[in-house]
């Protein structure tokens, strides 16, 4: 399985991206993780092939994950960025089972840096 992020850039305090992960194929779960340089990689978001959901608690609603089964394309809107939300932020596909346990994912992408000013 090949994942390629997009969309990721720079955006002000209170903005919006929507983040595209690419995939050669679906897998049964597709999530959303960030780093920032130094800490821990942590789980946002997944989307199992039948579409529930998972959210990081943390999140509060802001980020909303979907995906285009026919264009297997991954999403992640982010709303109401904060700094805080600085961070490379990866695409990953994992075969069985979906939670937002990042070690049992079996594919990465490259991730795409999102850097939110105020």
């Known amino acids: 399985v090949q994942l390629a992020e997009s969309g990721g850039g720079s955006v002000e305090v209170g903005g919006s991206l929507r983040l595209s992960c690419a995939a050669s194929?679906?897998?049964?779960?597709m999530g959303w993780f960030r780093q920032v340089p130094g800490q821990e990689r942590e789980g946002l978001a997944a989307?199992?092939?039948?579409?529930?959901?998972w959210y990081a608690d943390f999140l509060r609603g802001r980020f909303t994950i979907s995906k285009d089964n026919a264009g297997n394309t991954l999403y992640l809107q982010m709303n109401s960025l904060k700094v805080e939300d600085t961070a490379m932020y990866y695409c990953?596909?994992?075969?069985?089972?979906?939670?937002?346990?990042?070690?049992?994912?079996?594919?990465w992408g490259q991730g795409t840096q999102v850097t939110v000013s105020s």
């Open positions: 990953a596909a994992r075969l069985n089972r979906c939670d937002l346990r990042d070690e049992k994912y079996n594919y």
């Open positions: 989307i199992s092939s039948g579409g529930s959901t």
């Open positions: 194929k679906f897998t049964y779960c």
